[in-house]
Antibody, heavy 124, light 110 residues
Framework: QVQLVESGGGVVQPGGSLRLSCAAS????????MHWVRQAPGKGLEWVAF????????YYAGSVEGRFTISRDISKNTLYLQMDSLRAEDTAVYYC?????????????????WGQGTLVTVSS | QSVLTQPPSASGTPGQRVTISCSGS????????VNWYQQFPGTAPKLLIY???QRPSGVPDRFSGSKSGTSASLAISGLQSEDEADYYC???????????FGGGTKLTVL
């Protein structure tokens, strides 16, 4: 069965960096696009970033563009989110999610599987 | 302020039918499909409805989705205590070029 396991969360000071990982199993990782979605404490869901199956194209929410970098290692079946210049408003649980296919734009992506999430707290 | 508007709360008694609305615009719901997610406290969201009205395998047929114009709805019939959760709608937005979520609706079973 599909499993997504995030790691790497923690407490970091404003301006600091953190790298999240998401280990994937139970499906052909190289065939599907992958997302990061976050949820601030007590708030709703916010899409963060998407990467296509082969890593050729990456897309970001405006709130993280230029500060976050999504990547993937097909040989390790692992998705990453490098987060730099962190701000207090980046505090959230970060979920990795599998897309039902590999498309982006002009279509509502289906987040068909989700990891358990990892908490990132940005505070001095 | 979410692009898609959902009521913050909804409630019903066991066995009742409840609906949760999701209001958008011509650039999102009006021109793209809607998905719904269910989230229990402290857990990850789960896909509940996709492509407006399709249920993934394993989702009870008590859950149904519909879309009309720039609004979508999630209906839960035969309400059960275990349906108490947060529900989110999502759709692609052609103007923003991103997928947007509703603010979420907390469903309480009285």
């Amino acid at each position: 069965q599909v499993q997504l396991v995030e790691s790497g969360g923690g407490v970091v000071q404003p301006g600091g960096s953190l790298r999240l990982s998401c280990a994937a199993s139970g499906f052909t990782f190289s065939s599907y696009g992958m997302h990061w979605v976050r949820q601030a404490p007590g708030k709703g869901l916010e899409w963060v970033a998407f990467i296509r199956s082969d890593g050729s194209n990456k897309y970001y929410a405006g709130s993280v563009e230029g500060r976050f970098t999504i990547s993937r290692d097909i040989s390790k079946n692992t998705l990453y989110l490098q987060m730099d210049s962190l701000r207090a408003e980046d505090t959230a649980v970060y979920y990795c999610s599998k897309s039902d296919d590999d498309f982006w734009s002009g279509y509502t992506p289906i987040f068909d599987y989700w990891g358990q999430g990892t908490l990132v707290t940005v505070s001095s | 302020q979410s692009v898609l508007t959902q009521p913050p709360s909804a409630s019903g008694t066991p066995g009742q039918r409840v609906t949760i609305s999701c209001s958008g615009s011509s650039s999102n719901i009006g021109s793209n499909t809607v998905n719904w997610y269910q989230q229990f406290p402290g857990t990850a969201p789960k896909l509940l409805i996709y492509s407006n009205n399709q249920r993934p395998s394993g989702v009870p047929d008590r859950f149904s989705g519909s879309k009309s114009g720039t609004s979508a709805s999630l209906a839960i019939s035969g309400l059960q205590s275990e349906d108490e959760a947060d529900y989110y709608c999502a759709a692609w937005d052609d103007s923003l070029n991103v997928v947007v979520f509703g603010g979420g609706t907390k469903l309480t079973v009285l």
